[in-house]
């Protein structure tokens, strides 16, 4: 076993949890906690707006509903602005057993900062996530999988700041400069420092040739239940550990609804409809299409399969080339 220990949490102690004897596969169930108001008025440049906190509020608490009927644990990537911004969210998480990890403070794509920015900027997420858990977030994943082929020295920077694991990279064609040979199961990914992060790939399925991201996202409000488990049957061939991602807003049946600021202008109005366009047609088949998967995948944390994980996949590595690629 390789893992790193921290102090104070112990990855490996849950893989005699009695769910661990289940005869259904894990699936990784994670979130990317943000607040999707706030997010429409940052694209729209507005970066000082402070949303009312009622619709964030609900879909979260629609989320924590679902994972209390399914008996599940889960991952939560919180973006520092959210977490601080809604601290007792934060400490309902922690305190319902779900593991707090880093989704980095700005949302900034990583591939439009600087090294130092970037760093800034998850240091400021791990200072906020800290002071509202008592823990240092173990797990980080970029802002739109963002770690790119421009951005190598974005896992160095993630080893500095003590994380032991990455969920960033996903193969999917609309991330554009993704990084090649994104393996479909996890893996370590050795550094030129000479240390190493975990890496915990989203769940995609290759059907002849191609490859599809079927680890959330559109999909999840387009296609119906049954295909989604087949496709993730499928990605079973080359993982035992599919990663799943969704957010708190997909888990609310409420149409979403952004206020818009006080003259958004043309631009502003168009920003705005395209987001609802885009957000709102299917999301409200999001929770039944996740109850469809609890019904085949046992759904759990990143750090409950950890020592599964660490012990299938502990000889597996990877490093990333200077162009890109991972051999
Ligand atoms: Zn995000």
Redesign the pocket.
Known sequence: MRMPQRSGRDYTRQVSAPEAQSERPPALLSF?V?DWGQ?MRRSLGDRSFTPSGADFERQLGAVLDLLDELGARATFFL?GATAERYPSAVAELAGRGHEVAS?GYA?DRVSAQSEREFREDVERSVEVIEELTGQRPAGYRA??FSITRATPWAYEVLADLGFLYDSSQYDSPRISGRLAGVPAAPYRLRLASGRELWELPVAVCRIGGRTLPVGGGSYWRLLPGRVLVGALRRSLRSTTHPVLYF?PYECDPRLLRAALPPSPGAKGRLVALAWHLWFNPGRKQVVARIRRVAQEFRLVSYEEAHGEIAERYGSRTRALSEDGVLV
């Open positions: 990317d943000e997010l973006l989704h949302h802002p739109l957010h």
